[in-house]
């Protein structure tokens, strides 16, 4: 899995790093096909504090690309909420690929 970590208007720390690529350890559990994974953390120049610091990520796996996005006062809150939408998104992938269809019982006489 390729894993791109950048920050707009922001310097990525250490800790910051950390923080995220644990988060996404959660989606590498559920679905192991994925082949890319590019997230961009932003803190914007709004006047109000409230939904300043936001995180975006795209995923591509195989079979298709998903993206999410959150905003929140706290960027760590806003990875959370990221991490948890994106891992929704993977696990209804998931079962989209898997095959739930059943052979219909033979009858016996």
């Known amino acids: ?6 920050g707009h208007h922001l310097d990525v720390t250490p800790a910051l790093r950390t923080y995220v690529t644990s988060k996404l350890d959660r989606i590498t559990r559920h679905f192991d096909q994925v082949v890319d994974v590019k997230v961009i953390l932003t803190v914007e120049k709004q006047k109000e504090k409230e939904r ?19 905003s929140h006062a706290d960027l760590y809150a806003a990875v959370d909420e990221l991490v948890d939408k994106l891992d929704r ?11 739930h269809h059943h052979e219909a019982p033979k009858r016996v006489m």
């Open 52 to 70: 300043r610091q936001k995180a975006e990520c795209n995923i591509h796996v195989k079979g298709s690309d998903m993206f999410a996005e959150c």
């Open 1 to 6: 899995m390729n894993l791109t970590i950048s």
């Open 89 to 99: 998104q993977v696990v209804r992938h998931k079962d989209r690929l898997q095959d």
